[in-house]
């Protein structure tokens, strides 16, 4: 038998923190599953390469995104949509990586919502000072099921209010290994990533990556 005390000790410690109703943050949940999802987030930056996308306001976004699973998340000129194909390749979205979704359904077990499963990841990359404003995510159909948001590397200072953009604010920090299961009333509230701090991160550098499960299918 090996005994492993670093695994132990730098993977060991999970707990969870209610930060509303609906919504629940299980600290240090990802750390087990680390080494597995940079392998992943290589192999599929390979095949869809990250990319900043335009909204349909004309802005570009300033984290880079690309997305694996049977549904990848593209905005362009005309609009926000899912869709089963990359349009910078023509070729669908690498598959979901069975570590990943091993992952955002245990996580979403331990939240409450044991049917869930996901069928599109979307992953951000936030190079220091690229944010997301604050928006609502309602472009799946199944608002029953829940998000399961992964964060790594750099921390970030996230923002969620409520289902109102002029709902008041609160923030809390996620940190390289956090996991937060959105669902129930949390579903639909506003929610933005503040502009990253500088910094220098042992496993991402001078990034932070979040990685959203979704379940897009009706
Ligand atoms: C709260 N990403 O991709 S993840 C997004 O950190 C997105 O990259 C942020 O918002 C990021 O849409 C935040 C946390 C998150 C994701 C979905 C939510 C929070 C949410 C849906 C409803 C409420
Ligand atoms: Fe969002």
Redesign the pocket.
Known sequence: MTLNLFDDAEQGRVWQEAICPG?VVLRHFALRYEVEIFAALDDIARQAPFRHMVTPGGFRMS?A?TSCGEFG?TADRTGYRYITTDPETGLPWPPMPETLGRLAVAAAMSAGYPEFVPDAC?I?R?AIGAK?SL???KDEPDLGAP?V?V?LGLP?N?Q?GGPRREDKTQRVQ?THGDV?V?GGP????????LPIKNGLHPSTGEF?I?L?FRKVSK
């Open positions: 919504a984290a995104m998340w979307l951000n936030y997301m928006h609502q995510d998000i948001s964060s970030a996230f969620f996620l937060v959105w949390a579903r639909l509230f506003f929610h933005g990533v932070r979040n959203t």
